[in-house]
Every structure is written in C-alpha cells, then in structure tokens.
C-alpha cells in the first residue's frame, strides 16, 4: 500500500498550487514516502483546474477531482476520501498556511504512537484577531464541553488519519469542522494532537465567513443530536413529546377543576387553549420531528456531487 494520501480541497488558488505541490514533493521525496496528491478543486472560477493538469503532466504522483460548482470543503474532503489509498491520509489546505514539513511527524505519530486522527493546533495563529482568532477560540472551547474531546483547535486543515477512519466516516454539508466528533461517533476514540506552524496568507484572500460560525453550531447540534439518539431518536422526541403532553393535560385538569367549583366555560379560559397547544405539540414531535430527522439522515442523494472532469486515474 502506499504511505500517504494527501487531499487538498481547493477553492481559487491557483497561484500557491505550484509551491504547495513542490513543498510535499520535496518532504516526501527528503523521507522517502511513497505518495499521491489529491487536489480536490470546489468549483474555482479562476485558473486553478488548468495549474492541476500541468502539474500532473510533470508528476504522476498529482491527481485532480473538478466540481462542476462550489460545494463547500466537507463535500470536497468526503469524495477526496473516497479516492484515497495511501496507508495514512493527510488533509491539508491550499493557502500554503499549513506546513508539509509537518507531514513526518503526523505519518510517524498515525503509525508508531498508534493513533487513529491526529488533528493540527495552531497554536501561534497569524490571521485576525477579531475575525477569527477571538470566534475560534470560543468555537473549540464550546464544541469541547460538547463532545468531550480535548483538542485546542478542531477546525485547523492539517489533520492525519488512519486510512480506514476516512473510509468510515462520511462528511457532508459543512461538517469538516468536526471530523473529530464524527471519527470518535465512529468508533475511531484514539484522538491526538499536534501543535504546528502557521503562516500568513501568502497569496488570494481568505475564504473565511462570519455566517460559518452560526452555520457550525448548528451543525455541531446536529451532530451531537445523531451521535446519540440516531439509533434511538424516540428517547430524545419521546421524552420531549411526553412532557409536553403531560404539560397539557394538567392545564387541561387544572381546568376542569375550575369548571367544577366555579362552573365556568371551559373554552372562556386560557387553560383550555394552553392545554391544547401542549397536547398537540407533544404530538407533532412524535411525528413531524421524529420523521423529519430520519428522512434528513437516510435521504439517498444528500452526499452526490456533479463531477464535471477528472485526470484519468483519479478513481483509481
């Protein structure tokens, strides 16, 4: 099997491409690595396409996967996964902000120290500080009280993986943030981290959005709901349905008490109102939620992509 497998989701970066490819290059060859380079472009409206097909005519070792449009990264990363056959996978991004000099140290901490992921901690960070570093900092502390796993920094792209974690897990709308969570759901417990050296954009700008802190605890909650009540989802709507069913029907009994000492109407209450909107809520989380959650979860076409071109051996 071949040593590593690294997959690089891109998105407009057609300037750094040249020096990221040279810079794996150059560490594998310096260690002696049998190697591949996926380069996973999201749908890029610049020249990045053209950069990978002259880069693969130089190296065999390149293999480029083109999106007819932008998916976002988890989409990117979870069909790089599905083309990997390295023994030990490597994610990285494309903005040359994460070191291949790294790469070493993760290959050896995945097949000596027996880890399953190894996750990046950009310990000494060079982007905004009201921007990104104050939001992340918050981000990881929040996601781990949540899930219970000691990382400084869940969504840094350098990561290292046992080749059977990335062809476990599955990875779909913007859920590349958590990959640790869902490796862990998986089974895969052994989670290490490695701190290593950040560097400042060199080329582009930053595809970075405010509105992807929002999207992410979102997706977090998501997460953690289907990590734990996706074989089981009538333990979560069940206990929720039931209490607020009980809600209603003590409004409900509460009212007929009334009615009997004070003989009043029972639709001139407020109780009576009360009463059915709990009822029938309790009701609609037994159904609407619990169906709604299922249908989400098994839904057939939720991780298909349009590939419009790949160089011929990329699904090899």
């Not at 992921?117 to 990104?132: E, F, N, P, Q, T």
């Not at 949540?146 to 969504?155: R, T």
């Not at 417990?189 to 992410?216: C, D, P, Q």
Request: charged content about 25%; aromatic content about 12%; some cysteine.
């Amino acid at each position: 099997m071949m040593d590593i497998s690294v997959v690089v989701p891109l998105y407009n970066e057609e300037e750094s491409l040249p020096e990221l490819t040279a810079w794996i290059d150059r560490v594998m060859q310096e260690h002696g690595f049998s190697y591949e380079v996926i380069l996973v472009d999201d749908g890029s409206t610049d020249q990045s396409w053209k950069v990978i097909q002259q880069l693969r005519e130089d190296k065999p070792q390149i293999k480029g996967i083109q999106f007819r449009r932008n998916y976002g990264k988890s989409a990117a990363l979870n069909v790089g996964f599905e083309h990997t056959s390295g023994d030990v996978v490597i994610t990285m991004d494309a903005d040359l902000q994460d070191s291949p000099d790294e790469i070493p140290t993760l290959y050896r901490m995945i097949k000596e120290d027996g880890y399953d992921l190894v996750s990046g901690w950009k310990k000494v960070r060079y982007d905004s500080k009201i921007a990104k570093n104050i939001p992340s900092k918050f981000f990881n502390w929040t996601t781990r009280k949540m899930s219970g796993i000691q990382l400084h920094d869940f969504n840094c792209g350098l990561k290292a993986y046992k080749s059977e974690v990335v062809k476990t897990i599955e990875v779909y709308g913007e859920m590349h943030r958590y990959i640790p969570v869902i490796a862990k759901w998986a089974g895969f417990n052994k989670i290490g981290e490695l701190a290593v050296h950040h560097s400042k954009r060199k080329y582009g700008t930053t595809k970075f959005g405010m509105n992807r802190f929002v999207n992410g605890y979102l997706d977090l909650m998501s997460i953690m709901f289907m990590s734990k009540f996706s074989k089981q989802p009538m333990h979560f709507f069940g206990l929720i349905g039931t209490l607020s069913f009980l809600l209603g029907m003590i409004a409900l009994i509460i009212l007929i008490v009334m009615k009997c000492l004070n003989a009043i109407y029972i639709t001139d209450s407020s109780f009576f109102y009360l009463s059915m909107f709990f009822m029938i809520l309790g009701a609609l989380l037994f159904l609407a939620g619990f169906l709604g959650e299922l249908i989400s979860r098994n839904s057939a076409n939720r991780n298909q992509y349009a590939i419009k071109e790949k160089t011929e051996d990329a699904w090899k």
